[in-house]
């Protein structure tokens, strides 16, 4: 039972904070780049940031540089996306995602909304 349960989401000030998670179950996560990302309305998603499975690489969106923070927690099993000066045009659905390090598995998670108004 493969699962990746976002959280954190909300309503925000514009230069407010929002820390996401995404907690992982059902796979053998370390195995698994690990990634948040985001639909706004009348848009296609795109991606935001990735962790990668061992090395614990990240890259962001040149949209979020700067900005955003991804992290993943072996331990427990979750990957996190701080998210700092938010600005309206962050508003959208944050979703997770897992893709296998050595094949081409994917898994979503059922997204969280992050709205960015004053």
């Known amino acids: 039972q493969v699962q990746l349960v976002e959280s954190g989401g909300g309503l925000v000030q514009p230069g407010g904070s929002l820390r996401l998670s995404c907690a992982a179950s059902?796979?053998?996560?370390?195995?698994?780049?690990m990634s948040w990302y985001r639909q706004a309305p009348g848009k296609e998603r795109e991606l935001v940031a990735t962790?990668?499975?061992?090395?614990?690489?990240?890259n962001y969106a040149d949209s979020v540089k700067g900005r955003f923070t991804i992290s993943r927690d072996h331990a427990k099993k979750t990957v996190y996306l701080q998210m700092n000066s938010l600005k309206p045009e962050d508003t959208a659905v944050y979703y997770c995602n897992a893709k296998g390090r050595w094949s081409s598995t994917i898994y979503w998670g059922q997204g969280t909304q992050v709205t960015v108004s004053s």
């Open positions: 059902g796979f053998t996560f370390s195995m698994y780049d």
């Open positions: 962790v990668t499975g061992v090395a614990g690489n990240t």
